[in-house]
């Protein structure tokens, strides 16, 4: 079963726009880590924002924000007044235990961002 | 500035030949992972490595084998490459095992099988 969803596999904003893009995720840990990537085409893996399942607060990264609906099991990207350098393509990501008993992070299918002038 | 560093950024093997990738970090974490990443897939944990213990995971092939000498390096090697072995490999570094530590990744090598 996909543990993380991501619905939107590209999408286009103009440039100073906010954005906000989808994660939905599942699982029935109490304790677990949500977090988003930016990976951009040089193929960095750019860590944004981290928010745990006890958090009460959204968690808030300069532009970034994650908006985290517990009982909706969602944990979405907004990002606020868009530049052409959001361009790229965002991970969602969680923090979890494999059925081999290993700790792992479980990555979404991505959602291509690109901004457009 | 701590860091993830992997050498090289890209690297071209032969069908077959043994090929090796490095990673180092600067960041004295505990843990290290290799994820491979084909093209337009998300990442896709490999192994990793809590301080010298070294977790595989149940899917990685026999072909993929890693080492961590120390701290700072750890090494992924590929004894036999095919064709669909090419794809970007990352590693990621946190301080420690847990569901709520963060992952720090470098800037991966791209391997291209000839």
């Known amino acids: 079963a996909q543990k993380i969803t991501q619905t939107q596999p590209g999408m286009f904003v103009q440039e100073k726009e906010a954005v906000t893009l989808d994660c939905t995720y599942d699982?029935?840990?109490?304790?677990?880590?949500l977090f988003w990537y930016k990976q951009p085409s040089s193929g960095e893996m750019i860590f944004l924002i981290y928010?745990?399942?006890?958090?009460?607060q959204n968690a808030t990264e300069g532009r970034y924000s994650l908006n985290f609906q517990k009982a909706r099991k969602s944990a979405n990207l907004v990002i606020s007044a868009s530049q052409l350098g959001d361009s790229a393509m965002y991970f969602c990501?969680?923090?979890?235990?494999?059925?081999?008993?290993?700790?792992?992070?479980?990555f979404g299918t991505g959602t291509r961002l690109t901004i457009i002038p | 500035d701590a860091m993830v560093i992997q050498n090289p950024r890209y690297q071209v093997t032969q069908f077959g030949k043994p090929v090796t990738l490095s990673c180092s970090q600067t960041?004295?974490?505990?843990?290290m992972y290799w994820y491979q990443q084909k093209s337009s897939q998300a990442p896709k944990l490999l192994f990793h490595?809590?301080?010298?213990?070294?977790?595989n995971e149940a899917d990685t092939p026999d072909n993929f084998q890693s080492r961590r000498p120390n701290t700072s390096f750890c090494f992924l090697d590929i004894r036999s490459p095919g064709l669909g072995d090419a794809a970007m490999y990352l590693c990621?570094?946190?301080?420690?095992?847990?569901?709520?530590?963060?992952?720090?990744f470098g800037p991966g090598t791209r391997l291209l099988v000839l």
């Open positions: 990621a570094t946190s301080r420690a095992a847990g569901v709520l530590e963060t992952q720090y």
């Open positions: 699982t029935s840990d109490q304790s677990y880590g």
């Open positions: 928010q745990g399942s006890y958090d009460e």
């Open positions: 990501a969680m923090r979890e235990v494999s059925n081999f008993g290993n700790e792992k992070l479980t």
């Open positions: 960041l004295n974490h505990n843990v």
């Open positions: 490595y809590y301080d010298k213990d070294f977790n």
